[in-house]
């Protein structure tokens, strides 16, 4: 088994590859694209507030809006754009029944120290569950039905609102699997309508996968290097904050329990704002073969200098000696979708979510990663 000499990232990883050093193409590509951040970072602020400055002029009801998850990155869009550069934010939210109190309670605080309106979707987790479990059986993952219903929210809000800016808690710099083919599939509307095709809940789920202004189109509108500012009259236009401001999350962490008095979570993964947020980490351990739950997440934390490798191996070592491997709200999840664990495990070794990805978005795909990724 080979081994990044940088992260820790193995062989067994989709897409890998390593150069004569040793080191894996991932940290290669990180270091490609950052490598010249101090340089930058000054003019990528004023790209940034060129962008809200357009945007406050329209004035439109709402100058932008901020998907709020509770979670650190979308609490601290919220209070960098309402706090700090005065904007009026319409912060926007898909509960799927899911949602772990503790990410309540953080939306709470959010909304209530930064004065903002908030427009919600609420799925009842009978409706959610029949969602998955046909993501699943069909995909082996049920994350992208969730963020396809995300993503709808705020289309649909954007839209009736006419709100010309989405700044999203999220960047290229922590995104950590998102380039890692066969980890992350496709939040687009159409694979979303690709899957539930010929099942019985397509009608009752089909607005979801409706959007005719896909993901791909702010992508394909990135590539042509048409100005945001001019596109965002028309159309939304969809940002991450951290392309522009970055911070190591512990900083950010500081900022907004002092600011907005945001709660930590009890445990150390990211996306606890979901009750079932350690299940699509653990679905990747049981389709890739010497990862842990964490190993992606770390290797991101030592990329940015936040975690030695030593620390990072230490984590993994400990993981696989440990027996319980199985994270305990997957009993809640398989007890809503009436499954078993064992066709559960079966869903996710064997399905295949590639085929719902349409030809022409792949290809999309493909192009983008090149030039964005410099792959
Ligand atoms: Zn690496």
Avoid at 39 to 61: G, V
Avoid at 171 to 179: D, H, I
Avoid at 236 to 246: A, E, F, H, K, T
Wanted: aromatic share 14%.
């Amino acid at each position: 088994m080979q081994r990044c000499s940088r992260c820790i990232l193995v062989d067994s990883v989709p897409g890998i590859s390593f150069c004569e050093n040793g080191v894996c193409n991932y940290c290669v590509q990180y270091e490609n694209s950052f490598r010249n951040w101090d340089q930058i970072k000054e003019k990528k602020k004023k790209d940034f507030e060129k962008l809200i400055e357009s945007a406050r002029k329209l004035k439109r009801n709402y100058d932008c809006l901020v998907p709020l998850s509770g979670g650190k990155d979308s609490t601290y869009v919220l209070y960098l754009c309402s706090k700090e550069y005065n904007l009026r934010c319409l912060a926007v939210t898909f509960d799927n029944g899911y949602m772990s109190d503790r990410a309540k309670e953080n939306i709470n605080r959010g909304l209530e120290a930064t004065h903002t309106d908030h427009f919600v979707f609420k799925m009842d987790r009978k409706s959610t569950a029949e969602l998955f479990g046909t993501f699943i059986k069909k995909t082996g993952g049920f994350c992208n039905a969730c963020m396809r219903s995300i993503n709808f929210t705020i289309e649909t809000a954007a839209k009736r609102f006419s709100i010309p800016l989405i700044i999203k808690g999220s960047g290229k710099r922590v995104q950590y699997v998102s380039q890692i083919p066969g980890i992350t599939n496709s939040n687009s509307s159409y694979f979303f309508k690709r899957v539930i095709s010929q099942s019985k809940i397509k009608d009752r789920f089909s607005e979801i996968g409706s959007e005719k202004i896909g993901v791909e189109f702010y992508k394909i509108s990135y590539l042509l290097r048409i100005s945001r500012t001019f596109l965002m009259r028309y159309f939304p236009q969809s940002i991450g904050v951290y392309d522009y401001i970055y911070k190591p999350y512990n900083e950010i962490m500081e900022i907004i329990q002092d600011e907005v008095g945001w709660k930590r979570p009890e445990d150390t993964h990211e996306h606890f704002d979901c009750l079932l947020h350690s299940i699509p980490f653990y679905r990747d351990t049981l389709k890739i073969g010497g990862i842990t739950p964490r190993t992606f997440h770390n290797c991101g934390l030592i990329r940015q200098g936040l975690m030695s490798r030593e620390e990072a191996l230490r984590n993994d070592e400990e993981y696989f000696r440990s027996h319980n491997q199985k994270p305990d709200e997957l009993e809640i999840l398989l007890h809503d979708l009436k499954m078993k664990q064992d066709e559960f495990t079966q869903f996710i070794r064997f399905s295949d979510p590639g085929k719902f990805v349409p030809r022409f978005e792949r290809l999309a795909k493909k192009f983008y990663r090149k030039v964005y990724y410099k792959k």
